[in-house]
C-alpha cells in the first residue's frame, strides 16, 4: 500500500509498505529532506533505505514483550509491525505518522497528544479480556518500546505511561520510585518523576510523557548515526561528539548526571533507546538531552539474593563494567555528598512497601547501595585529587 510519510502536516516522503512483510518496499518523492528521520540519514545526511526500514519496522511492539502473541491473535496480526499501519505509525514520543495516499487527512485529527485513544491493545498485552468486535488498535502501545509490560493511559487530560514489573519480586516498579526519590533529593537532575499504583494486586510504576505535540524524542541511536564513527574515537567519544555536532545544548552534563545516577543504582539497561535528546517538531531545534527515564532494570532486579555485590555492575551503552563507565564522568560539581547520606534507609522505606520481596533481600539491597554511595564518594574524590594536581603542575609550567 502506498502512503506518505508524514512529520506533523509536513510531507516527508513518498513511500510503498509491503501488506506481507509490513517492510518499506520503495521510496518515492522525498518532499522535506530536512525531516527525514534523523536514524534513517547516512553520515552524508542522505537517506539510508536500509536504516528508514529499520526505524520504521523498529517502531512497534518488540516481539519479546509480554503478552504480544496474545495480543497479535486477539487481533487476528501475525507480526507486531503489522499493526504499525492500522494505527498510522503514530506515537506519544515524536509526530511522524503515514498518511494513505489519496487521503487528505491531518495530523491535528489523529494524534495521540491531542485525541482519545484506544486502550485495547495494551489491556491485550496485559492479559485484560476484550469484548468480541470492540477492538481499537488506534494506540500508542502500538509503537512503545521495551521489554516490560506496559500501557497507556489518558487520566485528567493527560497521557501516563503504566509499567509492570517482570522480576519475581516484581522489583522494576519500585526502582523507579526509588531513583525518583534519589534524584529529588540531589537537586539538580533533570528527570522524569515515577510513582507507584496498584492494578489487580499487580505494581506499577507511572510517569507522565515526557513528550509534548511540540516536541519529539529522538534517541541516542539515531543521534550516533549522523556523523561516520571514526575508528579511533570509543561510542562514548562518538555520541559527545554527535551532540556537538547538532548542537545539542549541555549534553556533557547531562551525561554525567545519567551516568553517576546509573552507577548508584547498578543500572545494566542503559542502552541507546532509552536516553537521547529532545527537539522541537516545527524547528528541528535541539533543546537539550531527554530527562533521566527508565531506571527499573536497576538495583540486581534480575539476579537472585545470593548474587546481590555492591562490588561492580554490568553497565551499558559506553563500558561493559560501571566501574570503568563512572570514571567518563567528567564533572561531579553538580552532586552534593550528603544528598545521599542515609540512602540505604530511603531504600528500605521504598522496598517496604514491596509484599513480592523477603526481608532478607531487602536489607541486602540495601546494604548494597550504601557502598555504592560510599564508592561513588571516592570516585569523587579521586576525581578532585586528580584535578587539583594537574591544576598545580599547570602552575609550575
Known sequence: MKYILMHKNIPVMDLEISGTTCAIQKT??????????????????ELNKPALNRW??????????????????????????EMLEKSLGL????????????????????????????????????GKGLKYGAWDMMSPDITTNGCLKKMWKMIGG???????????????????????????????????????????????????D???KDTEFIPAADIMRVRKQPNHLSDYG???????????????????????????LANDDRHLHNFGAVRSAETLEWLGLAPIFDCGNSMWCSQPTSRVDAADAPSKPFRKTHAGQVKLVTSFGWLEPEALRGIGSLCDTVFRQNPYMDDYRREKLCGAIEARAAMLFEVMEQQEQGQKQNEDGMKLL
Open 158 to 208: 493527560k497521557r501516563w505511561l503504566f509499567k509492570g514489573g517482570e522480576s519475581e519480586w516484581q522489583q522494576e516498579p519500585f526502582n523507579e520510585v526509588l531513583a525518583t526519590e534519589i534524584m529529588e533529593r540531589i537537586g539538580t537532575i533533570d528527570f522524569v518523576p515515577y510513582s507507584l499504583v496498584w492494578e489487580d494486586g499487580m505494581p506499577y510504576s507511572v510517569c507522565e
Open 28 to 45: 518515492g518523492r522525498i518532499y522535506a529532506p530536512e525531516h527525514i528521520p534523523p536514524g534513517a540519514l547516512s553520515h552524508r545526511k
Open 210 to 212: 515526557f513528550v509534548t
Open 238 to 264: 562518538h555520541f559527545m561528539e554527535c551532540c556537538g555536532f547538532l548542537g545539542i545544548p549541555g549534553a556533557e552534563d547531562g551525561v554525567n548526571k545519567m551516568l553517576a545516577v546509573d552507577y548508584l
Open 91 to 126: 506515537s506519544l514520543s515524536d509526530q511522524y505518522w503515514i498518511r494513505p495516499e489519496g487521503q487528505d487527512i491531518v495530523w491535528e485529527e489523529f494524534n495521540f497528544f491531542e485525541n482519545r485513544f484506544s486502550e485495547d491493545v495494551g489491556n491485550a498485552l496485559l
Open 56 to 81: 520504521w519496522q523498529g517502531r512497534s511492539i518488540p516481539p519479546n514483550r509480554p503478552g504480544v502473541r496474545e495480543a497479535m491473535a486477539a487481533f487476528g496480526v501475525s507480526s507486531p509491525q
